[in-house]
């Protein structure tokens, strides 16, 4: 607890036992005391008034002066309906009346509401602070051969910085020396470390576990990946959701309203009838009950527990609005590349010509891509395994659109497309597996082809599978072939696929879809390049791959996934939905028992002691509901 909510405990408690004390004081008579204002006003027929009703004087003042100091303060600002006018009237009304433990007990109550309030909303706060705990302090960089502890905004692009062993890394950047595993639970919520050695890229906000590494730096830290991170999550409650918006709008109008309400019901009755102190007393209930407590702190509590729910999971959201939207959603559009596949190319499949061995084909197609950095290329290479003998390669030529000519251990290599093999007159084999095939050719004799195909993430069945047991739609934009396309699309079991997309007709494929869908329901987009910010912002949530996905995805993007796994999509959506249904939860609990105990309250069968049940204890049980928020999904793992 924090001093000032440990300073509201020792009030309360001093108020309880003061309250207790002055209950038990026994009625003695003071002969010629003058009566209280309520024996004026009201006509009360007493002859003396009981010794113990000044005692209430001093509880009540130890715990409800601030609200008393509150509610004046407010009244000179201009703020005259607020929940501290409401308490300030129904408790000194009661004083007057004569109800002297019933005020102080309503004032007693209604604090202990607001401490455990605001320990709710501190422990929520707390739980993504030590989440979010990923902004570095320092970071050491090399200068002039000196190790030197500077704050990381002043470290430049391209600088060299030292990491330790269990010390946070402090910007982006590339390993340059060392190797050690980086513990990504801050950024990606993933308890797995991840191995990195030279050449690897640092994220900022990781830890490093085990090695001394060195690396450069490739952003500056206000554009680093924690920057950004940070960033999003404080900025995050500033997009309040419908919901929210709907709560701050009602309490605005609802406030004064009950107020002129509980006015007349103390004025009009009491003409009628004459009875002023009975419906005064009424009155004065009616305004405890209608403080609007449990809506106001619990419906932002549950979606800043949302948010901080999926924060722990490695999801971003941007704020409560996205959440209010994710769980309506009834359409997903996924792009393929890096986002439900890993965007590497692999070897898939070797299909060597009769006769020929299948390691002499990958020797002959890697060694005639020896001196080439498309990817293609590298995966070749890397299938091969270790490094040839560059001496083997000589005469390269690029062939655009086709392929490669080369010379191997002397021989003429071809290696490329099948429009390669028909220029060159060289008979080769169809082959109608999906992924990018490249023929190979030796001294005019054809070898057999190689097929190299995107590997698709282990998770992206589960997620999908997933999705569409929840009721969604799935649906692939790609730029890549037709084949490919629904070779992947098929291997998934999405719905739609459209392929051979640019990015200007991924955003006319979005529109229709988003033409296609229900009136209520929410399309979202999944992407990761800079050629999905487009479809990104035009689609109802979009939603970006954090790890590998491009800044500007990032930018555009409402929602982000920081370790590109597609399966915390249902995650996300569970915890909205989850979010959502506390929410209304919230609401119609809230209402429903302000709407009993207002009745209640007019028609004289409440208390005050029930009008603190129907405010605190409402607000209580509410925000109790609301703090589950913060218990993380379950993501689902690979089939």
């Known amino acids: 607890m924090t001093r000032k909510q440990k300073n509201m405990l020792v009030r309360i408690i001093v108020a309880a036992v003061l309250l207790i004390a002055a209950s ?87 604090q202990v509401g607001e401490l455990f309030q605001s320990y709710a909303v501190g422990k929520s706060r707390r739980s993504i602070a030590q989440l979010m705990d990923i902004r570095p302090d320092v970071a050491n960089v090399e200068r002039d051969g000196q190790i030197l502890e ?47 050695g030279v050449d690897g890229e640092l ?25 950004k991170i940070l960033d999003l999550v404080e900025n995050a409650s500033s997009k309040k959701a419908k919901a929210e918006n709907f709560i701050t709008r009602f309490a605005r109008y609802y406030t004064p309203a009950v107020v002129f309400a509980a006015l007349a019901l103390a004025i009009i009755p009491s003409l009628v009838t004459g009875e002023w102190s009975v419906w005064v007393h009424r009155a004065l209930t009616f305004l405890v009950i209608s403080c609007p407590c449990a809506l106001v702190i619990s419906i932002p509590l549950s979606f800043f527990g949302g948010i901080g729910g999926a924060s722990a ?29 890993r965007g590497v190319f692999e070897l898939a499949s070797l299909n060597p010509a009769p006769g020929v061995d299948e390691r002499e084909l990958l020797e002959t197609a890697a060694l005639a891509e020896r001196h080439s950095g ?102 692939m934009l790609t730029g890549d072939s037709e084949t490919v396309g629904k070779a992947v699309a098929d291997q998934l079991g999405l719905d739609e696929v459209h392929a051979q997309l640019l990015p200007a007709d991924k955003v006319s494929r979005l529109e229709d879809l988003l033409g296609r869908k229900s009136e209520k329901g929410v399309l979202a987009y999944v992407g990761d390049g800079v ?57 119609v609990f809230a209402l429903s028992v302000k709407a009993l105990f207002l009745i209640l309250g007019a028609l004289g069968k409440t208390t005050m002691w029930g009008a603190v049940f129907s405010d605190v204890g409402v607000a209580v049980i509410a925000i109790l509901n609301a703090t589950r928020m913060l218990k993380a999904e379950e993501v689902p793992g690979p089939l």
């Open 24 to 110: 038990l004081m026994p009625d003695i008579p003071v002969p010629g005391y003058i009566p209280p204002l309520s024996e004026i006003v009201l006509g009360g027929p007493y002859a003396y008034v009981l010794a113990r009703w000044p005692l209430y004087l001093i509880p009540y003042c130890v715990i409800g002066w601030d609200i008393l100091w509150k509610a004046v303060r407010n009244i000179g600002h201009g703020q005259v309906f607020d929940e501290n006018f409401l308490m300030c009237v129904a408790t000194v009304g009661a004083l007057v009346l004569g109800e002297h433990s019933e005020a102080v007990g309503v004032m007693l109550f209604y």
């Open 150 to 196: 500077v704050d990381p905004d002043e470290v430049a692009v391209g600088e060299v910085i030292v990491i330790r062993p269990g010390e946070k890394i402090p910007l982006d950047g590339v390993v340059l020396e060392g190797t050690s595993s980086l513990d990504t639970a801050a950024l990606t919520g993933e308890s797995a470390p991840r191995d990195v």
């Open 203 to 227: 994220l900022s906000g990781c830890v490093n576990i085990t090695g001394l590494l060195k690396a450069r730096t490739t952003r500056e830290f206000g554009q680093s990946t924690v920057a």
């Open 313 to 341: 999971q490695g999801i971003l959201v941007k704020g409560g609005n996205y959440l209010e939207l994710l769980a309506k959603t009834e359409t997903v559009v996924f792009d393929k590349t890096g986002t439900l596949t």
């Open 374 to 475: 498309h990817p293609i290329a590298q995966s070749l290479r890397r299938a091969l395994g270790g490094e040839a003998d560059p001496d083997r390669v000589t005469d390269v030529q690029e062939i655009p659109g086709h392929g490669i000519s080369a010379l191997v251990d002397g021989k003429h290599v071809l290696a490329g497309n099948e429009k390669l093999m028909k220029r060159e007159g060289i008979k080769h084999l169809p082959c109608s597996q999906a992924g990018t095939v490249v023929h190979v050719a030796r001294e005019g004799k054809y070898l057999g082809c190689a097929v190299i195909s995107d590997q698709i993430k282990p998770t992206a069945p589960a997620a999908v599978k997933a999705l569409k047991q929840r009721g969604i739609r799935t649906v």
């Open 531 to 587: 050629n999905d910010a487009p479809v990104l912002s035009r689609a109802d949530v979009g939603i970006a791959m954090g790890a590998m996905g491009s800044d500007a995805a990032i930018e555009a993007a409402d929602v982000v996934l920081m370790d590109d796994d597609p399966a915390k999509l249902t995650a996300a959506m569970d915890t909205a939905r989850k979010c959502m249904r506390i929410v209304k939860q919230n609401i």
